[in-house]
């Protein structure tokens, strides 16, 4: 079943009975997401070797912990990498501006994923995300987040160091039925608020 990036999420939350009915598989696309939620309805789920599954259900309990690890790793705690992502981890994120067009995010591994963090965090003083709200359905967990940094200062930039920088972003993550990690990722974040804020030119930074 094909969905629309607009509606997948709605859909999904829409029609009661459809998570355990229906069974979706998640790949990159530049309009359609599917999900996989089939196997977090069997309490005997198994990893693809037939090895039964340590996580048997995801709970709302299972939901929170990913969260709460996720901001942690965002935060600067580089030790929950492996404790909230898969080795294999996928990010599909909204194409970033540049002085000449823009460049697609391409992170498919933990090592990438981590140095992304790092690079994202270089030029705060602070940087950690506020929790807007969050839900998560099966295997499937959507986050609003709200970003709170203190700019550490730029040679390019107007913006004075010690300047507060906050702007919006949502996240839908994917969790691995088996093991509870976040396996993909599809963030959208408002990167012209962001350009904004650092009172620079789209594309610029």
Known sequence: MRLSTKSALLSLLAVPGTIAANSYSFFPGADSIDFDLTSVSNSNAGNAAGVPCPWTKLTPLSHEQVVRNWYALWAGNYSFLTSTVMPSIQVYQDRFPTGNGSAPLRIGNASAFLEFIKLARADFE???FT???HFG??????LRWKLNATFAGSSTAKLERG?????NGTDIMLLDPCSGLVQQILSAQDLITYYHVLQQPLGSV
Not at 137 to 142: P, S
Not at 163 to 167: D, I
């Open 131 to 133: 929790d807007e709200f």
């Open 126 to 128: 602070t940087y950690a």
């Open 163 to 167: 300047s507060h920088v906050a702007y």
């Open 137 to 142: 359905v099966g295997n499937v967990i959507a």
